[in-house]
């Protein structure tokens, strides 16, 4: 990378409901070909095609980066979703997550979060201890936004993910945001599935776990995803931690540790 690093974001609906997103930090000889990239997501997204594409790009102030390693990577296999909804649970209870807690915020992302029965444009955050919903806007919720891998990084990150069979866009957008997501003061744990319906991989992820993919989370076919961020401590700055989800410039300069996949346990 050389020279100064830009944000780029892109926001795609259709029919005035959310359809895509993406966000990259790049250096200015990348900016041209990553615009390229997003709007053709946008235009050849599983649930249609965008009629409404919004692309930002803004300057990031170098002193504000945040260079970090990427979270250790492991896959917790499961014979179908349901089972894999029990062993996100597990995971969640055991980062700390009061079980009425993580039941009720998967049964949000399962029915569809937004108050509209449809998924959010962003994340929901649930307190980890009452299950309360805390994010100010439930339709759009918090975008986690201007983080990315270093092209190092990137290399590296794809070596490893190829050996597993899993060198895809969205495994690597997610580990980058749960990257993100992990080092936000206050959040214990996310869990996460993918609102694609040929995509039924999610994960949980949580500071002594790291990103743990569960490759079911729901039926082939359903529409329905979303993000829960599940925080906890006696004196969260919840302004503090939004703007940092949502503002604060991260890079990740090396990927994490690779563990071998278990089985869930029964
Ligand atoms: P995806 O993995 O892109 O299919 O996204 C699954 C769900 O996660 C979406 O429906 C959103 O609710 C949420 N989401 C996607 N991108 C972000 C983001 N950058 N920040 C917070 N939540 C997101």
Redesign the pocket.
């Known amino acids: 990378m050389k020279g100064p690093l830009f944000s780029i974001r892109m926001r795609a609906s259709r029919d005035d409901a959310?359809l895509?997103?993406?966000?990259r930090l790049v250096d200015v000889s990348t900016l041209e070909k990553v615009a390229a990239e997003m709007t053709r997501r946008a235009l050849q997204h599983a649930h249609g095609q965008a009629d409404c594409i919004r692309i930002s790009i803004d300057l990031v102030s170098p002193d504000t980066v945040l260079i970090l390693p990427l979270p250790a990577m492991t896959t917790i296999r499961v014979p179908d979703f349901r089972s894999g909804r029990t062993t996100a649970l597990n995971l969640l209870k055991a980062a700390g997550v009061a079980m009425p807690a993580a039941e009720s915020a998967l049964a949000a992302?399962a029915g569809g979060?937004s108050p509209s029965g449809g998924?959010?444009?962003?994340?929901m955050l649930v307190d980890a201890v009452t299950g309360e919903r805390l994010e100010p806007d439930s339709r759009r919720?918090?975008?986690?936004?201007r983080m990315d891998l270093t092209p190092e990084a990137e290399r590296e990150l794809r070596l490893e993910l190829e050996k597993l069979g899993l060198d895809r866009p969205?495994v690597r957008?997610?580990l980058v945001?749960s990257g993100k997501v992990l080092a936000a003061p206050g959040v214990v744990a996310e869990l996460?599935?993918?609102?694609?319906p040929d995509?039924p991989a999610?994960y949980v992820a949580a500071p002594q776990a790291g990103y743990v993919r569960i490759p079911a989370l729901k039926p082939l076919g359903d529409n329905r995803?979303?993000?829960a961020?599940f925080v906890r401590g006696n004196r969260l700055d919840l302004p503090g931690l939004i703007n940092f989800?949502e503002c604060r410039p991260v890079l990740f300069d090396r990927p994490g540790r690779f563990h071998p996949d278990r089985d869930m346990e029964r």
């Open positions: 959310h895509s997103g993406a966000e992302i979060a998924n959010m444009r962003g994340a919720g918090i975008r986690v936004s969205q957008e997610a945001l996460c599935w993918s609102d694609d995509y999610g995803g979303g993000r961020f989800l």
